[in-house]
C-alpha cells in the first residue's frame, strides 16, 4: 500500500507569494491531518479533515491559511499571502479511523525568503 | 503555550546501553500519550504508546513509563543499536485525537 505522499518536498518562495501545498492520504483513509513544524521546534497540529469536511481547524495560524480537501481524497494547504515565520516543515497525515494510528508523510519543507 | 515539554534536545549513549528519554506535560486532560521516531527527511512514526490507565507498556526493546501524579512520561531502549539513532518526539491527547508534540529529542548511539 502506498504511503502518504506529499508534494512538493521542498519550496522556496519570496514573501508575499503564495505557495499550495498537497498531500496524497493513504487511499480509503477518512481522516486526514496537517501539522507544521517550525524551527526545530514542536511540531504543531493544524487541522483535521473527515472526509471531506474539517473537524478541527483550531491549529490554523491565521486567516492566510487555507486548507481544502476535494470529495475527500487529497487535500490542499494554500498559504496566501507567505510571511516570513511561515517556514517549517509542514506535515501530512492520515489514518483509516479516528485513532492514534496517524501514519505521516514526508512533508513539505516550506522556506519563505 | 507548550503543554508537552522534551527537556533534553540531545542524548549520545553507547551501543548496547540503555537510553532514557523524558517528557513532561502541564495539562491535566492528557489521556493518551505516544512516543514518534523520525529519521531525517522523512514524516515521524510511531514507536510505542500509554493510556493514562497504565503505568507501563512494553514493546520489544522500548517501554514507556507514565507517572501521572509527576506529570511525566519516559521512553527506555534497551540495548541501544545504531539504527535507534533519530529524533524522538513525545506526543500527547486530550481524547480528541488531535497531538501536542515535544520538541523532540536526538539520540546518538555511538558504536
Known amino acids: 500500500e502506498a504511503g502518504v505522499t506529499q508534494f512538493p518536498s521542498h519550496s522556496v518562495i519570496e514573501k508575499g507569494q503564495t505557495v499550495t501545498l498537497r498531500c496524497d492520504p493513504i487511499s480509503g483513509h477518512d481522516n486526514l491531518y496537517w501539522y507544521r513544524r517550525v524551527m526545530g521546534k514542536e511540531i504543531k497540529f493544524l487541522l483535521h479533515f473527515v472526509k471531506e469536511s474539517k473537524q478541527d481547524e483550531s491549529g490554523m495560524p491565521n486567516n492566510r491559511f487555507l486548507a481544502e480537501r476535494t470529495g475527500g481524497t487529497y487535500s490542499t494547504l494554500k498559504v496566501q499571502p507567505a510571511e516570513l515565520e511561515d517556514s517549517g516543515v509542514y506535515f501530512c497525515?492520515?489514518?483509516?479511523?479516528?485513532?492514534?494510528?496517524?501514519?505521516f508523510g514526508s512533508g513539505t519543507r516550506l522556506t519563505v525568503v | 503555550d507548550q503543554q508537552v515539554k522534551q527537556n533534553s534536545p540531545s542524548l549520545s549513549v553507547q551501543e548496547g546501553r540503555i537510553s532514557i528519554l523524558n517528557c513532561d506535560y502541564t495539562n491535566s486532560m492528557f489521556d493518551y500519550f505516544l512516543w514518534y521516531k523520525k529519521y531525517p527527511a522523512e514524516g515521524p512514526t510511531f514507536l510505542i504508546s500509554i493510556s493514562s490507565i497504565k503505568d507501563k507498556n512494553e514493546d520489544g526493546r522500548f517501554t514507556v513509563f507514565l507517572n501521572k501524579s509527576a506529570k511525566h512520561l519516559s521512553l527506555h531502549i534497551v540495548p541501544s543499536q545504531p539504527g535507534d539513532s533519530a529524533v524522538y518526539f513525545c506526543a500527547a491527547s486530550a481524547g480528541d485525537y488531535k497531538l501536542s508534540f515535544g520538541a523532540g529529542t536526538t539520540v546518538t548511539v555511538r558504536a
Open positions: 497525515a492520515s489514518s483509516l479511523s479516528l485513532n492514534y494510528g496517524y501514519t
